[in-house]
């Protein structure tokens, strides 16, 4: 057989399996097009979705990627990339200067102290050789709420308010002791008021931290609620805390200022990502601000984000907290996909897929997504009629993708959304 007969076979066959891959490629899409396109589920509201081949760059699949969305609770991604690209891996919680037997210090955001979920600094060791803490606030120019946040989510624990240098998560939990509300914070005991309103739980004043329950009513084991963080109040609690005098003062934080490093950021990422926990996000975005700035400034700190790293987005993100508690955040799937695609490429992937919710293992999707391997590894993100999903999903054919699932204006309840996403994220699974 000559030389040129067997080149024009490989040429054929190279043709009949490029045709032949090409043919898979449009039929999967027809079939995604179908769960998700016209006539779908997800044609009754909002939806835009991508998938994203991160080996070969290749967008797999997209509907109205190009729109915005409120991305809810996945605007921690956004968080998370900052801090990562910022400030590495390590948490600062305080700077300082100290004069023989006392010490100034300037909160730096970091929400780790006496808040259960995350490991402990060692604050008491490191203020056991002074006698009096000055706590300086000239450093925050911020405010307690994020831009948007709704006025009516203040007694919610989801909702606690930011500060510099937070004590109990700016939460107090209350245990149901002889039908009494017991609090975790000794100082908010005097609070606890008796009530005769219709009400079962624990309930705040939106003005002040007085917290009313009505004892003939009163049944709940425990409630969490947030309080307000005057600056004499948190002076007070950190004072209770560590044991010793704590007063305020002013001050600009001076150039030979020391920092006190509380420890890893692992764990913080961890209760963002996987618990979404709101209030961590927000103080890990104010410890973005203090080491770009020296200063606690949300506005400023996304902005700065957004100038450096996220310009080369498809579509610039309209981004307000943290945490994602504001609808004014606004930013498309593709977008979203991009930042994902930044995330594989600043960590190991086995890493960012350890880090983010493991469907049917951890997290906000312990319950969904469900298989004998993991595969989905994405952060959820949800407020009413609002449901998102951004992350890595791996195929049956061991290949991993970026994607981004955003719904918006939906009627049903949020578990119908979940549920019908999930018949999407199988398919990707099988055919992917």
């Known amino acids: 057989m000559s030389k040129k007969y067997l080149f024009l076979i490989a040429i054929l066959f190279l043709s009949l399996s490029s045709f032949a891959q090409e043919t898979e490629i449009r039929n999967r899409y027809a079939?995604?097009?179908?769960?998700?396109?016209?006539?779908?589920?997800?044609?009754?509201?909002?939806?835009?979705?991508?998938?994203?081949?991160?080996?070969?760059?290749?967008?797999?699949?997209?509907?109205?990627?190009?729109?915005?969305?409120?991305?809810?609770?996945?605007?921690?991604?956004?968080t998370f990339y900052a801090s990562l690209v910022v400030l590495r891996d390590s948490t600062v919680s305080f700077r300082y200067v100290n004069n023989g037997d006392e010490i100034t210090i300037w909160g730096s955001g970091d929400p780790s102290w006496k808040y259960t979920p995350l490991p402990q600094p060692k604050l008491k060791e490191f203020f056991s050789p002074y006698k009096k803490v000055n706590l300086s606030l000239d450093n925050w120019k911020d405010t307690s709420f994020g831009y948007g946040w709704q006025w009516d989510d203040y007694y919610y624990a989801y909702s606690a308010e930011r500060f510099p240098l937070p004590v109990y998560g700016n939460i107090?939990?209350?245990?149901?002791?002889?039908?009494?509300?017991?609090?975790?914070?000794p100082m908010f005991r005097s609070m606890v008021v008796r009530s005769d309103k219709?009400?079962?739980?624990?309930?705040?004043?939106?003005?002040?931290n007085s917290f009313h329950y009505n004892p003939s009513l009163y049944v709940n084991p425990y409630a969490t609620l947030p309080f307000i963080t005057t600056p004499d109040l948190m002076a007070k609690l950190l004072e209770e805390s560590l044991g010793k005098p704590v007063t305020l003062t002013k001050?600009?934080?001076?150039?030979?200022?020391?920092?006190?490093?509380?420890?890893?950021?692992?764990?913080?990422?961890?209760?963002?990502?996987?618990?979404?926990?709101?209030?961590?996000?927000?103080?890990?975005?104010?410890?973005?601000?203090?080491?770009?700035?020296?200063?606690?400034?949300?506005?400023?700190?996304i902005e700065y984000i957004k100038k450096n790293y996220f310009s080369d987005m498809p579509d610039y993100p309209q981004w307000v907290d943290g945490s994602g508690l504001s609808r004014h955040n606004l930013v498309t799937p593709r977008s979203m996909v991009t930042l994902m695609t930044k995330l594989d490429q600043l960590m190991p992937r086995s890493q960012l897929m350890q880090l983010l919710p493991q469907g049917g293992i951890n997290g906000t999707i312990k319950n969904n997504y469900k298989a004998p391997r993991p595969y989905v590894f994405a952060k959820t993100g949800t407020i009413?009629?609002?449901?998102?999903?951004?992350?890595?999903?791996?195929?049956?054919?061991?290949?991993?993708?970026?994607?981004?699932?955003?719904?918006?204006?939906?009627?049903?309840?949020?578990?119908?959304?979940?549920?019908?996403?999930?018949?999407?994220?199988i398919y990707i699974k099988e055919h992917f």
């Open 251 to 301: 001050g600009k934080i001076p150039a030979h200022a020391k920092t006190f490093k509380g420890g890893t950021l692992t764990p913080l990422w961890r209760e963002m990502l996987q618990e979404s926990d709101n209030f961590v996000s927000e103080q890990i975005l104010l410890m973005v601000s203090d080491q770009l700035f020296g200063e606690l400034n949300t506005e400023r700190t």
């Open 198 to 208: 219709e009400i079962r739980g624990v309930q705040r004043d939106f003005n002040s």
């Open 384 to 425: 009413s009629n609002n449901h998102a999903l951004v992350g890595l999903v791996r195929g049956n054919s061991g290949k991993v993708y970026a994607f981004a699932f955003m719904n918006n204006n939906y009627l049903n309840k949020a578990s119908e959304i979940r549920r019908e996403m999930e018949k999407v994220m």
């Open 172 to 185: 107090v939990t209350f245990t149901n002791t002889n039908k009494i509300p017991v609090p975790n914070i």
């Open 31 to 78: 079939e995604l097009d179908e769960l998700l396109g016209v006539n779908s589920f997800f044609d009754n509201h909002l939806t835009g979705f991508m998938l994203y081949d991160l080996d070969s760059q290749w967008v797999m699949y997209e509907r109205n990627s190009h729109m915005n969305f409120i991305p809810a609770s996945t605007t921690k991604l956004l």
